[in-house]
């Protein structure tokens, strides 16, 4: 049934679909491609990611208000945590693995111990639950941590994205200009850390510095999609990033800078 993400292990050596047939499935992503692990849930999963320090170890969530966590060679599910009264969104793990964040539908993030240092996977524990006023009963669609661990970028469907700072979990960078009211959409870090990107459901791309929240044209994107951007991803490695929409005839557009590809953000060309 459908996908509703793609999550990748930290080496890249693995891949994760999870899908409204209630399975979060991992793939070898390398030669043959094959079926590793297929985790059964009762219920659409809507998120899944891989523990960067272990990838033996996923954690997935979706409408039934759970958080899993899996050992995936074994397909057997070693811990649930319950902190949500609603459907969860999106999951994020920090980039070192010592915690785990979840965003739910009523504006709620979960936050949890993960750190494999202290006593494994026996010490994982619930930290917090932050109610922020600024976005309580506002669904979150999407949360994600980049290189720094003391930003977690939050999308709501308020119209806005923004940077809650980790140690005390309240907002402190507010991004505008996109529309989020009706959609499950997303935005991304660039490897950096230094811009944001993010797609609106009035078909355009919006790239915002991340220190100042100013917005940057990039007059390679004059394309407008006829639908909701509803997936953009940053290249991990290579400067290049692709964008598309959930809707019938939409391309997915990928851009790239082929002089320098590790470094530049402004001059993009379309494959």
């Known amino acids: 049934d459908l996908i509703y993400e793609i999550s990748f292990s930290d080496d890249d050596r693995l891949m994760m679909t ?13 030669g043959k491609y094959e079926l590793v692990s297929s985790l059964a849930h009762p219920s659409y999963v809507y998120t899944g990611k891989f523990h960067p320090r272990d990838d033996r170890l996923v954690a997935t969530a979706g409408i039934d208000k759970i958080i899993r966590i899996w050992d995936r060679p074994e397909q057997v599910v070693i811990m ?24 739910d539908a009523n504006g709620i993030i979960s936050v949890w111990n993960t750190d494999l240092e202290e006593n494994g996977a026996d010490g994982f524990e619930l930290v917090k ?26 999308h709501t469907q308020d119209n806005v994205v923004r940077i809650f700072e980790t140690k005390v979990m309240v907002p402190s960078q507010r991004y505008t200009g996109i529309i989020c009211k009706k959609y499950r959409m997303m935005s991304t870090f660039s490897p950096d850390g230094k811009f944001i ?12 510095t991340v220190r100042k929240a100013e917005p940057v044209t990039v007059s390679e994107w004059s394309c407008k999609f006829d639908a909701p951007v509803n997936a953009v991803a940053w290249n991990r490695v290579e400067n290049m990033i692709a964008i598309s929409s959930f809707a019938e005839g939409q391309p997915v557009l990928v851009f790239y800078d082929p002089d320098t590809p590790s470094s530049a953000h402004d001059d993009f060309d379309s494959i």
Request: aromatic share 8%; hydrophobic share 40%.
């Open 18 to 30: 999870v899908s409204a047939d209630g399975m979060a499935k991992v793939w070898l992503n390398e």
């Open 80 to 103: 649930e945590f319950n902190a949500h009264d609603t459907r969860i969104n999106s999951l994020s793990f920090s980039s070192d693995g010592a915690s785990l964040y979840a965003g």
């Open 129 to 154: 639950v932050v109610k922020e006023g600024e976005i309580e009963k506002c669904t979150i669609t999407h949360v994600e941590m980049g290189k720094s661990k003391f930003s977690l970028l939050v």
């Open 197 to 208: 990107l993010a797609g609106s459901e009035d078909g355009n791309v919006m790239l915002w």
